[in-house]
């Protein structure tokens, strides 16, 4: 009889002190490395000046580019011609000129490169393969040539670092280039708006832009929903399961192909320069913003048809573990869709992304026994040693499991209560699931009187061996009948066999019978059954007086 289970075992709480301590000592450390810093900075020499900058924010191929730029929308010819190398320019009588072809170039096949691909120090780009004073921030397809865009690093009589574009580029340039193409603007019709700008552009620009974007996610939603349906009617007449690719998906997947397809569509439908430049950071934050957004998608799908898959195959432990991965990996690609956007725009995340570091390293201390209660609920699941409604030995105590969760695991014991067990702890313990079993052993002893003849006990023994490997019940796994003891009251005969049975109430039931069996065999055979007995002794009075004489 399985034996009830005298107590149980309490939930283990968060250990919040580790937290505690961990912030303590990170508080502590700071004002001792700022007492660090300041005796360094009274023995050690002081620092030299701060590099000077440039006025026209010519410090960095990025700012330069993005400087220049900005010029050109203003139609600033002066400040333009500044970006421009200045050795170049004092050799032409009209830098107008050179500033028109230029920007005609750009307008007609100019592929700048993304801010984040150019380079942010003075120094440039050292490991692109060109000389230390040059980078390389685009090209100009034009005329069928193609036209590296160049920058030049140059000092002025101040030591101040500044760069311009490169006067090969410049040379490079056709001559005379015209503007007889077809912008967006006249392909939609939109050049009654003549000149009139809207935050530094024409507004027939930037109206046509927005249709062309309209136009071409339009085509491309209703494209794929075509090709979606297909696949989605096709897909299980063919394979017999419905298609695994949910509908949601497609709106982000249109958004992410549009985004990777519109900088060259700009550049072949003719839009100016400045206004792609000025797309291109939102094109590349709409692009990330959609990828997650697809990720986010088919995480749901993939982690949804585990979760159902686990469901139908009745491994309900399983469901909590996955739910819990679905939001941690939701929650991963957010934050690295947030970092990468806020980097897209800008924002230096070193500072950021150090304090979430130390935060989840103090996270980390304070909630050990949490992450170790996670990571023992995931070799449970993991290594399946129980299931939800296996009957298990776990320790000094057993029951059948109602519930594996995330922090922990419940078992029902014999005397109906509920025992809960860290999965940390659980996954550590020797765990004998009896469910598992593929067959039931049948061990029993019968004891017969010393009264019986060994010839009779022999003859038992060696039918009773034929009687169990031809019973019903019984398998051809093992079958033992053998004359295990002599005592002085009984001979002892051992019965060992397997039965086949599907749970342990079925088990007992068999064993009930066979046991009957093998009673009803015995009684045929001149023996008896022994019973615990005691012999006692009684003797006459005459008796103690003859050995009293």
Not at 140 to 148: C, F, H
Not at 188 to 212: A, E, P, R, T, Y
Not at 228 to 235: H, P
Not at 257 to 281: C, D, G, K
């Amino acid at each position: 009889m399985p034996t009830v289970p005298k107590s149980v075992f309490r939930p283990i709480v968060f250990i919040k002190s580790c937290l505690v301590i961990v912030l303590a000592v990170l508080s502590l450390a700071v004002p001792v490395a700022g007492l660090a810093n300041t005796a360094l900075t009274d023995t050690a020499p002081k620092s030299e000046t701060p590099t000077p900058q440039d006025s026209f924010g010519r410090d960095t191929p990025r700012s330069t580019m993005q400087n220049f730029v900005k010029a050109l929308s203003d139609k600033d010819v002066e400040l333009t011609s500044k970006y421009l190398d200045s050795d170049f320019l004092k050799k032409q009588k009209t830098p107008d000129t050179v500033i028109h072809d230029l920007k005609l170039a750009l307008d007609k096949g100019g592929r700048l490169q993304p801010d984040l691909s150019i380079s942010d120090k003075s120094e440039g780009d050292l490991a692109d393969r060109l000389p230390s004073n040059l980078e390389k921030v685009g090209t100009i397809d034009v005329d069928n040539d193609k036209i590296d865009l160049l920058l030049i690093r140059k000092t002025d009589k101040d030591n101040v670092v500044y760069w311009q574009i490169y006067k090969d580029t410049l040379t490079k340039l056709p001559k005379n280039l015209t503007e007889n193409r077809t912008t967006l603007a006249d392909a939609f019709g939109l050049d009654f708006f003549g000149d009139s700008q809207l935050l530094g552009h024409k507004i027939s620009d930037v109206v046509s832009l927005i249709i062309l974007i309209a136009i071409g996610l339009s085509l491309l939603w209703g494209g794929l929903w075509v090709v979606w349906g297909v696949f989605a009617f096709l897909y299980p007449k063919v394979r017999g399961k419905p298609f695994g690719i949910p509908s949601k998906a497609l709106l982000p997947l249109a958004v992410v192909i549009l985004a990777s397809m519109l900088p060259e569509m700009m550049v072949q439908m003719a839009v100016p320069v400045t206004l792609r430049s000025a797309v291109t950071r939102g094109i590349e934050v709409v692009a990330w913003l959609a990828t997650a957004w697809l990720a986010l998608r088919v995480i749901d799908a993939v982690f949804m048809r585990a979760e159902e898959n686990s469901r139908k195959h009745r491994r309900l432990e399983q469901v909590s573990i996955l739910n819990l991965f679905r939001k941690v990996a939701k929650a991963f690609m957010l934050i690295l869709a947030i970092i990468i956007i806020f980097g897209n725009l800008g924002f230096d995340l070193t500072t950021g992304i150090a304090a979430l570091g130390v935060g989840g390293l103090a996270l980390a201390f304070g909630a050990q026994k949490t992450i170790e209660n996670l990571i023992g609920s995931v070799m449970v699941v993991a290594d399946r040693p129980v299931r939800v409604g296996d009957y298990c030995r776990f320790g000094t105590m057993e029951g059948t499991v109602i519930d594996i969760g995330i922090r922990s695991s419940r078992i029902r014991t014999l005397s109906r209560t509920i025992v809960t067990v860290p999965n940390g702890e659980f996954s550590a313990m020797q765990i004998e699931n009896y469910d598992a079993r593929d067959m039931f052993y049948f061990y029993h002893f019968l004891y017969l009187k010393r009264t019986a003849n060994p010839d009779e006990i022999g003859r038992l023994i060696n039918d009773l061996q034929l009687f169990l490997e031809n019973h019903v019940y019984v398998n051809n796994e093992w079958t033992l009948v053998r004359l295990s003891e002599l005592r002085q009251d009984a001979f002892v005969i051992e019965m060992r066999c397997y039965l086949n049975a599907s749970d342990v109430t079925v088990f007992w039931k068999k064993q009930s019978e066979l046991l009957i069996d093998v009673l009803n065999e015995v009684a045929r055979y001149d023996v008896e059954h022994a019973l615990p007995s005691q012999e006692i002794k009684i003797k006459k009075e005459d008796e103690f007086d003859e050995l009293a004489t």
